[in-house]
């Protein structure tokens, strides 16, 4: 679908920031490749590459995300779309949000001892449910709903003995 969308608005020659949404499907494109290849499991979690697909993944969610955002921007002429200037800006900032991430995921994966934070696994959250306040939230919430259904019965009961 990415690469149709690439080849219609490759057609189109009067499209404001034609370039710089192309940049978009591209990044989008690789994006979708490395998700697929992680999700998968191509790559399996074990193995030794598995921090380095997970890195470039990051970065290029933060740069798709970020050249989005860039390209709502274009239409409002900070600098003539489709100019040098332009996608140089552009690619520039691209990259940098595609290195900055990757190399802090990738120093999370202990590889870095210096900036290694030591941070606890998601599962652990996911799993240790114990002193979540939703759950607190949602036990009340049932004991509450159970007294007031115990309450309304012994009324009717009440009444109906009458």
């Given amino acids: 679908m ?23 499907f591209y990044l989008y494109m690789a994006l979708t490749v490395i998700s697929l290849i992680l999700d998968s499991g191509v790559v399996p979690l074990a193995s030794v590459i598995y921090p380095y697909f997970v890195a470039v993944q990051c970065g290029l969610a933060t740069a798709t995300c970020w050249c989005l955002l860039v390209n709502g921007f274009v239409g409002f002429q900070f600098a003539e779309d489709g100019t040098p200037l332009s996608l140089w800006v552009l690619r520039l900032t691209i990259a940098s949000n595609i290195v900055t991430p990757s190399i802090l995921t990738w120093s999370l994966f202990d590889f870095w001892r210096g900036v290694n ?5 998601m ?19 049932r004991r509450l709903s159970r007294r007031v259904r115990h309450s309304a019965n012994r009324t009717r009961l009440k009444y109906t003995r009458r």
Wanted: charged share 25%; net charge positive; glycine share 4%.
């Fill in 2 to 24: 990415t690469t149709i969308m690439i080849w219609h608005v490759r057609s189109k020659y009067t499209a404001v920031g034609r370039k710089e949404i192309i940049t978009f």
């Fill in 117 to 121: 934070l030591h941070l606890p696994r």
């Fill in 123 to 141: 599962g652990q959250f996911i799993t240790d449910l114990d002193d979540c306040p939703l759950r607190r939230i949602i036990h009340l919430q």
